[in-house]
């Protein structure tokens, strides 16, 4: 054999000795010289040598080298092909994803034997498509071949990402009847099948069968397996069990044990796992140093998660990826932000997870400058194309109330998902525009896109703030329809919405439907009851809450010492308030304090009312200046009621209520000339009263009405229905209070006055248009009239009919010529 020689880049290149054969030489230019280079001497040496067996050592280091192209010309090339020529080919085109190909060559060879079906089997499988893999596992045993250790394999793996449960059943079954259920390789694969299926306790028969657990890969697959079913104890002790049998470490086992750390803030054992990868070498492998920083970063230990980074050259994304996101759990946004800014600093990798820490440290900081310079960043990078950081986008601005930026994002993205709805839902929702997200929902459903849950509670909400019962009833609707079970969320959410919507009863059925009742959804039944007048079935709610174990928050005390203001409930009042710091530690608030005083005043103990005012530990707010002020009207306190009204001056210089309600203590005192400076006062710095405005809605259409309205389609037949309710409640006993009509007319046009106000008008209305045996449901904006309040009892008795009237302060609901509020509110 004549030795030859190769000049590459200007080197001389010879062989070491006759033995050392050609291939080898091509080999040893291929290596040290590039790959360009290497094509046209491999098959030059190749066809000329003519050796089947070195052609097919070329072969698979081209196709393992990802050269499948370059392997393929070779392959042609070949004068003589054995059966591993062609399985070597088969397993290149499917290990890369060329299916068509490898199929073709799949029905082309002459040699289909195990070796061959499995390779096929194990691309399918590999790349996400466990259907084909699955058809031709069932064709090759057709086909009389015996499937190997590795098709087996590749199918079981396959079941285990896609959950089919079932057919890893008929694999293992099978496994049974060949006697591959001894096969390490096949039990592990059973073993992780089983667990990522979700049958841990038959991942935990197979492993306890194994009489030989020398294998590693054994022992990672069931720490893995309990670390995903949510059993950290069980992982654990199986590591230390592994530990004990002197099973040595591998950098698949060590992550999966730490991720276990990290889900129970087993800080401490992690340590303990720490100290065992610095003995076993493994601290330098970027795999195990990202579930090292992971581990201690959710478990709060961030020091130790810097040191972990500080102590390797590598600058692993994922490493930095878990920093900055257990910086946002410990609330460190700005740390975050630091972190990230380092990173791009140091021209690190950052990739679509990076991003989307960096904007949920953004939505939290409020620093639109800097959120504008990373979405910029997004841009030049190319990153706007994934739908995770899209989506984050859009929270992130409508977080920051930069609702149009989160609109234009949203508009941009070409494929949207059920996250991208929600968050631009959300987003209209926790801005105050109610009334776009109800439209936007309505474009998602229309679109296909069934909603999640924190959509659903997101509308709700919307539903709620509207009073929108209708729209929050289809909402309910869609979500039983999609067959999953109440969260405790969407469940929280209706029974806020159904409460808020005058719908007491269906918020207590909510709540008895639900399996798991939080302070949350606890609270949103206090309050609720508290709304609709029924102080009695708070303060019972209250006290199930407590006797359940469930401790009240800040936000139960205000719902409950509401209930106890509009029932005056003084004594439980006041227990209640006291128990907030002496039992529970709960500092009271500006709502609590507000709640505490208009109980207090409206039940006349003024004077007790003006002591807790003055030992508030905050500045008063307007709320709290108002229920005084209008405890003072009630009770004609002039002197303290002008106290009230000087500090509403101050705070809310342009808000009518205090001159109003300052001007009717002045008039109901005799003090005429007093009451008419205020009115010029209210004039002089062009300050408005705002009108009484009720509304229905029916069908859909909302119906508005001011005193004295005349601009109804149907205004005829509504006075028409006035009329006639006047007529009828009079005879029940009804006596209009000519006190609360206006002072300049006689007293024909004070009654006509009264019987012409928005809520009596609104009423008649309701008496038209709802069918018998419908609750009319009316909304105003101000408080209810005293003598509409009596109206609306006689009417409810006469025409037999249920009335809910929600006023700026809480519902009313009229029955049988009785009110829920026991006519005090």
């Given at each position: 054999m004549r030795l030859v020689s190769f000049r590459t880049n200007g080197v001389m290149l010879k062989p070491r000795s006759r033995s050392w054969g050609l291939t080898h030489l091509a080999r040893e230019v291929y290596y040290q010289f590039g790959r360009a280079k290497f094509t046209r001497s491999a098959h030059s040496v190749v066809n000329s040598n003519r050796s089947t067996f070195e052609s097919n050592r070329v072969l698979k280091d081209l196709s393992k080298g990802g050269r499948i192209d370059d392997a393929r010309k070779l392959f042609d090339e070949m004068l003589e092909r054995d059966e591993y020529t062609w399985n070597t080919m088969v397993a290149a085109y499917a290990n890369s994803g060329r299916f068509d190909e490898a199929t073709e060559l799949f029905e082309e060879t002459p040699y289909k034997s195990s070796v061959t079906w499995s390779s096929l089997i194990s691309g399918y499988c590999r790349h996400g498509r466990p259907g084909e893999g699955f058809k031709f596992f069932w064709l090759m045993q057709l086909d009389g071949q015996k499937p190997t250790q590795f098709s087996l394999g590749s199918v079981l793996r396959a079941c285990a990402v896609s959950g089919s449960l079932q057919r890893g059943e008929q694999i293992h079954g099978y496994a049974m009847k060949t006697n591959f259920d001894h096969n390490d390789f096949v039990v592990t694969g059973l073993i992780d099948m089983y667990?990522?299926?979700?049958?841990?306790?038959?991942?935990?028969?197979?492993?306890?069968?194994?009489l030989e657990r020398s294998n590693h890969a054994l022992w990672s697959a069931m720490i893995t397996g309990y670390s995903q079913n949510g059993d950290a104890y069980k992982a654990m002790e199986c590591f230390k069990e592994m530990r004990k049998q002197g099973i040595e470490l591998d950098e698949y086992s060590l992550p999966s044990i730490l991720a276990t750390c990290a889900a129970v803030s087993a800080d401490a054992f992690g340590a303990?796992?720490?100290?065992?990868?610095?003995?076993?070498?493994?601290?330098?492998?970027?795999?195990?140093?990202?579930?090292?920083?992971?581990?201690?970063?959710?478990?709060?230990?961030?020091?130790?998660?810097?040191?972990?980074?500080?102590?390797?050259?590598?600058?692993?994304?994922?490493?930095?990826?878990?920093?900055?996101?257990?910086?946002?759990?410990?609330?460190?946004?700005?740390?975050?932000?630091?972190?990230?800014?380092?990173?791009?600093?140091?021209?690190?990798?950052?990739?679509?997870?990076?991003?989307?820490?960096?904007?949920?440290?953004?939505?939290?900081?409020?620093?639109?400058?800097?959120?504008?310079?990373?979405?910029?960043?997004?841009l030049k990078t190319r990153f706007e194309a994934y739908?995770?950081?899209?989506?984050?986008?859009?929270?992130?601005?409508?977080?920051?109330?930069?609702?149009?930026?989160?609109?234009?994002?949203?508009?941009?993205?070409?494929?949207?998902?059920?996250?991208?709805?929600?968050?631009?839902?959300?987003?209209?929702?926790?801005?105050?525009?109610?009334?776009?997200?109800?439209?936007?929902?309505?474009?998602?459903?229309?679109?296909?896109?069934?909603?999640?849950?924190?959509?659903?509670?997101?509308?709700?909400?919307?539903?709620?703030?509207?009073?929108?019962?209708?729209?929050?009833?289809?909402v309910h609707g869609i979500f039983v329809k999609s067959g999953h079970a109440?969260?405790?969320?969407?469940?929280?959410?209706?029974?806020?919405?159904?409460?808020?919507?005058?719908?007491?009863?269906?918020a207590d059925r909510v709540f008895n439907s639900m399996h798991v009742a939080g302070v949350i959804t606890w609270t949103a039944l206090i309050m609720g009851y508290a709304r609709n007048g029924k102080a009695k079935e708070s303060l019972e709610t209250y006290n199930r809450m407590v006797a359940s174990g469930v401790k009240p928050d800040y936000i139960s005390f205000i719902g409950l010492l509401f209930a106890c203001s509009h029932a005056c409930l003084v004594q439980e009042g006041r227990m209640y308030f006291e128990s907030m710091t002496k039992t529970y530690g709960i500092k009271p608030g500006l709502e609590h304090y507000a709640s505490m005083i208009d109980l207090l005043g409206r039940s006349g103990k003024l004077a007790?009312?003006?002591?807790?005012?003055?030992?508030?530990?905050?500045?008063?707010?307007?709320?709290?200046?108002?229920?005084?002020?209008?405890?003072c009207r009630v009770h004609k306190n002039l002197e303290l009621g002008e106290r009230a009204a000087r500090n509403l001056f101050k705070l809310e210089p342009m808000n009518s209520v205090p001159y109003v309600l300052l001007a009717n203590i002045y008039f109901a005192s005799g003090k005429l000339e007093e009451a008419a400076k205020i009115w010029g006062l209210m004039k002089s710095r062009g300050i408005n009263k705002e009108p009484g405005c009720s509304w229905v809605?029916?069908?859909?259409?909302?119906?508005?009405?001011?005193?004295?309205?005349?601009?109804?389609?149907?205004?005829?037949?509504?006075?028409?229905?006035?009329?006639?309710?006047?007529?009828?409640?009079?005879?029940?006993?009804?006596?209009?209070?000519?006190?609360?009509?206006?002072?300049?007319?006689?007293?024909?046009?004070?009654?006509l006055g009264l019987a012409y106000h928005s809520e009596k008008l609104a009423v008649a209305f309701g008496l038209l248009a709802v069918p018998q045996g419908g609750p009319i449901r009316i909304y105003k904006n101000l408080r209810v009239c005293g003598d509409c309040h009596v109206a609306m009892r006689y009417i409810s008795q006469v025409f037999s009919r249920h009335i809910v009237l929600r006023d700026s302060n809480r519902f009313h609901h009229f029955r049988e010529g009785v009110c829920s509020c026991g006519d005090y509110w």
């Open positions: 667990a990522k299926c979700r049958s841990i306790s038959e991942a935990e028969y197979l492993f306890a069968t194994v303990q796992v720490h100290c065992c990868i610095m003995r076993s070498g493994y601290a330098v492998s970027a795999f195990v140093q990202s579930a090292l920083v992971d581990m201690y970063a959710k478990c709060g230990d961030l020091n130790s998660a810097k040191l972990v980074i500080e102590a390797t050259d590598i600058d692993g994304v994922v490493s930095w990826n878990s920093m900055i996101m257990g910086c946002m759990r410990q609330g460190c946004e700005e740390e975050a932000l630091y972190l990230f800014k380092k990173m791009h600093g140091r021209d690190m990798k950052i990739d679509d997870f990076t991003y989307t820490s960096v904007l949920k440290s953004l939505a939290s900081t409020m620093d639109l400058k800097l959120a504008k310079s990373v979405h910029c960043l997004i739908r995770l950081v899209s989506n984050a986008l859009i929270d992130m601005y409508a977080k920051q109330r930069e609702i149009t930026c989160a609109c234009e994002v949203f508009k941009c993205m070409l494929e949207k998902d059920v996250i991208s709805w929600t968050s631009l839902v959300t987003g209209y929702a926790h801005n105050g525009l109610f009334e776009e997200a109800l439209r936007l929902f309505c474009d998602m459903t229309a679109e296909g896109i069934c909603p999640d849950e924190m959509v659903i509670s997101s509308i709700l909400s919307a539903s709620a703030e509207l009073t929108a019962l209708e729209f929050g009833q289809q109440i969260s405790t969320s969407v469940g929280n959410s209706l029974i806020s919405m159904y409460a808020r919507c005058g719908c007491i009863e269906d007790e009312a003006e002591e807790l005012l003055n030992q508030m530990s905050v500045e008063p707010d307007p709320t709290i200046w108002k229920a005084l002020l209008a405890a809605g029916i069908n859909g259409q909302v119906h508005t009405f001011v005193s004295e309205d005349r601009g109804h389609p149907r205004m005829s037949d509504i006075y028409s229905k006035i009329d006639e309710v006047m007529r009828l409640i009079k005879k029940a006993g009804y006596v209009p209070d000519l006190s609360l009509a206006l002072h300049d007319v006689d007293e024909e046009g004070k009654e």
